[in-house]
């Protein structure tokens, strides 16, 4: 039993943060726009080893026949993201057999699912101010937003008849009036636009999302979303279906291993209208936040109560930040971002020093040694 040094390519998406995942990982300074350092098995983008038995996690899947069931990224992000929901399991697997029959290549622009795996994801921020939209929230606080918004307005007539819209006939129809790419929604996005220029407290989300896309109808749907802020430690937990959108910051991001994203906008990317509304939950919710729990002296786990990962096993991130005896229940990735561990197993000692990343292939007990903030990626 061992750990094994795992590397990977930092992708640099145009949201991305200059120099972000460095900072978070304590790598030489650079000011190359960073956005998500995977760690993980997946396909498009497999973390590689040293190993002489293999070279990459997709090939110890294949050689072991066990199935990561989680992809960890560590994210940066300097702009919002596109506002994205991602599928159940039943729905990635009948989408992606729909589209590989009909013979969508899998890098095409207009591909919504590239592989048969669910992706609920949960975020963990690594520094305060993480910014994120997650979730409907409830109506009645929406309204009250728009209601201020319409009073500042010049033009307040699209922001009413939004407002009367969501008031009659809720979320769903509303969502679908967003995504209608309609003058009328065209008319309302201007109209937001202008009143938050003559008042950017009511709902400081449309300046950010102004500013990444001007005047994108994405800027009305995200209206009628959370916008939260984490301080460090804080997280959420985004299942199927849910609506989110990160807006800026850093953070630890653990999902199934898949990469299928069906968007709402805030993107140039391809946005299937249809398929996003077979996919969202449309729900309220005041607050997503999800509470760590203890597992041990100096360990806290970050995790979801009953959504499992693409082949059904629960996943879960640890967070270790000092002196710790712990069971690990899988195949392990550890990461550190901040001081220095010591990991003994099997009576052999590993310094894992700021920045460094590791695989543990099965389960097994460990011994923790030192201070700072380790990251453990696990199934259940």
């Known amino acids: 039993m061992r750990l094994i040094p795992i590397e990977n390519d930092v992708q640099p998406y145009a949201w991305g943060m200059p120099g972000g995942v460095s900072r978070a990982l304590g790598w030489p300074d650079t ?22 038995e293999f070279a990459t996690l997709e090939e110890w899947e294949k050689q072991s026949g066990t199935t990561l069931p989680y992809l960890l990224k560590v994210l940066t992000a300097s702009k919002p993201l596109s506002l994205q929901a991602h599928p159940n399991p039943a729905q990635a697997a009948e989408g992606y057999a729909r589209e590989e029959a009909a013979g969508i290549e899998r890098s095409a622009f207009n591909r919504n699912y590239k592989d048969p795996y669910a992706k609920p994801e949960l975020i963990v921020a690594l520094t305060d101010g ?21 009073g500042v307005a010049v ?28 003058p009328e929604v065209q008319a309302l996005v201007e ?42 430690g804080e997280s959420l937990w985004l299942p199927a279906g849910n609506v989110h959108a990160y807006l800026q910051g850093s953070g630890m991001e653990l ?45 806290v786990s970050y995790r979801p ?55 543990l292939p099965s389960a097994t007990d460990l011994a923790i040694t030192g201070s700072g903030r380790l990251w453990i990626a696990t199934a259940q």
């Open 305 to 359: 109560a009953t959504v499992p990962s693409g082949d059904g096993v629960p996943f879960e991130l640890w967070e270790v930040t000092g002196d710790a005896a712990v069971s690990v229940p899988s195949a392990a990735i550890f990461v550190v971002t901040d001081g220095e561990f010591t990991v003994t197993l099997d009576g052999s000692a590993r310094l894992l020093a700021r920045g460094t990343t590791h695989f």
């Open 191 to 232: 109209a937001l636009i202008a009143a938050h220029e003559a008042d950017a407290t009511i709902a400081p989300v449309i300046g950010y999302a102004h500013e990444a896309f001007p005047n994108d109808d994405g800027i009305a749907f995200a209206l009628l979303l959370n916008h939260l802020t984490l301080q460090r």
């Open 130 to 150: 993480f910014q994120a939209l997650c979730g409907f929230r409830p109506i009645t606080q929406t309204t009250d937003v728009l209601s201020r918004l319409a």
């Open 31 to 52: 000011a190359d726009v960073q956005a998500e350092l995977w760690l993980g098995a997946h396909p498009s983008l497999p973390s590689r080893t040293p190993d002489a």
């Open 155 to 182: 033009v307040p007539e699209p922001i009413l008849a939004f407002l009367d819209r969501l008031t009659a006939e809720g979320l769903r129809e509303t969502v679908g009036f967003t995504l209608s790419r309609t």
């Open 255 to 299: 999902m199934g291993p898949s990469d299928n994203v069906l968007r709402g906008g805030l993107t140039p990317k391809h946005v299937d209208e249809a398929e996003l509304m077979k996919t969202l939950v449309f729900e309220e919710s005041e607050d997503p936040r999800l509470e760590p729990v203890v597992v041990a002296d100096n360990v």
